[in-house]
């Protein structure tokens, strides 16, 4: 088994920064991909950001320069830092591992992020 745990959300005003941590563990040799994906309220999950481990960065549609992902397969741990945070930028968070040897894929228990005055 993978585990991930994620660190970094909260309440956050528009236009400010926040950065969102998730470091993996366990069985971290079947790690194929991190990243993020996010859950807004009455949405589908959708992609964020996610990282193989040949380097390879997949973005969600949305993404315009504001989220960066650092970190990666190789360090066992992924985060992602959002700029200019928008109230839509509202959800909760996951971090995400795609895995191989057997395939499957596993997720943090999410971190929630408010972005409100």
């Known amino acids: 088994q993978v585990h991930l745990v994620e660190s970094g959300g909260g309440l956050v005003q528009p236009g400010r920064s926040l950065r969102l941590s998730c470091a993996a563990s366990?069985?971290?040799?079947?790690?194929?991909?991190l990243g993020w994906y996010r859950q807004a309220p009455g949405k589908e999950r959708e992609l964020v950001a996610t990282?193989?481990?040949?380097?390879?960065?997949k973005y969600g549609d949305f993404v315009k320069g504001r989220f960066t992902l650092s970190g990666g397969v190789s360090q066992n741990t992924v985060a992602l830092q959002i700029d200019g945070l928008k109230p839509e930028d509202t959800a909760v968070y996951y971090c995400?591992?795609?895995?191989?040897?057997?395939?499957?894929?596993?997720w943090g228990q999410g971190t929630q992020v408010t972005v409100s005055t």
């Open positions: 995400y591992a795609d895995l191989y040897n057997p395939t499957g894929e596993s």
């Open positions: 366990g069985d971290i040799y079947r790690l194929y991909a």
């Open positions: 990282i193989t481990s040949g380097g390879s960065r």
